[in-house]
T-cell receptor, first 111, second 116 residues
Framework: SQQGEEDPQALSIQEGENATMNCSYK?????LQWYRQNSGRGLVHLIL?????REKHSGRLRVTLDTSKKSSSLLITASRAADTASYFC???????????FGKGTKLSVIP | GAVVSQHPSWVICKSGTSVKIECRSL??????MFWYRQFPKQSLMLMAT?????????EQGVEKDKFLINHASLTLSTLTVTSAHPEDSSFYIC????????????FGPGTRLTVT
């Protein structure tokens, strides 16, 4: 079963705008990861945030984690057309080092 | 670093035949490899976890006799879809976990399988 649920399912913005995606999960976790997938390609790891962290930055990416609400958000600032992709949150699965992926947010950045 | 390749990138086969997909970690040793399946516009569903030198662990609902996984070395895992049927058509993605990286997984580019 899927642990994470991203919101919105699809997001379309103009280049230069910020994009915010949210992820909610059901059970306690010790870390949460965000991945990006370009159409028809594999996934690329973006960022990992641990349960004792509230916010983490990587370049134009900002991730927050609220363990009390069981939710995380991914903010992409000053978006570019090249940011067009699907973004997935992933939480630890049942087995060792397994990941359970959410349904993803499809981001379209219009030039 | 941390590059994972898959071969082939796409394959078309006839119903009833078998297809082998390779997953290689190019610049690191993968203690664990994972095989996922992704239907159009859907998320990744874990099929099995593969550890070098031992039998793969399959997720519930995945037929181990149909999806044969071999993890012969620390850099290679193969997925063989046996007696393929049109409903097996999907995007298959592998990932690998590096020994000294606890949580992150590195993904291959995926293999598009079409069974006619």
């Amino acid at each position: 079963s899927q642990q994470g649920e991203e919101d919105p399912q699809a997001l379309s913005i103009q280049e230069g705008e910020n994009a915010t995606m949210n992820c909610s999960y059901k059970t306690s976790i010790n870390n949460l990861q965000w991945y990006r997938q370009n159409s028809g390609r594999g996934l690329v790891h973006l960022i990992l945030i641990r349960s004792n962290e509230r916010e983490k930055h990587s370049g134009r990416l900002r991730v927050t984690l609220d363990t009390s609400k069981k939710s995380s958000s991914l903010l992409i600032t000053a978006s570019r057309a090249a940011d067009t992709a699907s973004y997935f949150c992933a939480t630890p699965g049942a087995g060792s080092y397994q990941l359970t992926f959410g349904k993803g947010t499809k981001l379209s950045v219009i030039p | 670093g941390a590059v994972v390749s898959q071969h082939p990138s796409w394959v078309i086969c006839k119903s009833g035949t078998s297809v082998k997909i390779e997953c290689r970690s190019l610049d690191f040793q993968a203690t664990t490899m994972f095989w996922y399946r992704q239907f159009p516009k859907q998320s990744l569903m874990l099929m099995a976890t593969s550890n070098e030198g031992s039998k793969a662990t399959y997720e519930q609902g995945v037929e181990k006799d149909k999806f044969l996984i071999n993890h012969a070395s620390l850099t290679l895992s193969t997925l063989t879809v046996t007696s393929a049927h049109p409903e097996d058509s999907s995007f298959y993605i592998c990932s690998a976990r590096e020994g000294n990286t606890i949580y992150e997984q590195y993904f291959g580019p995926g293999t598009r399988l079409t069974v006619t």
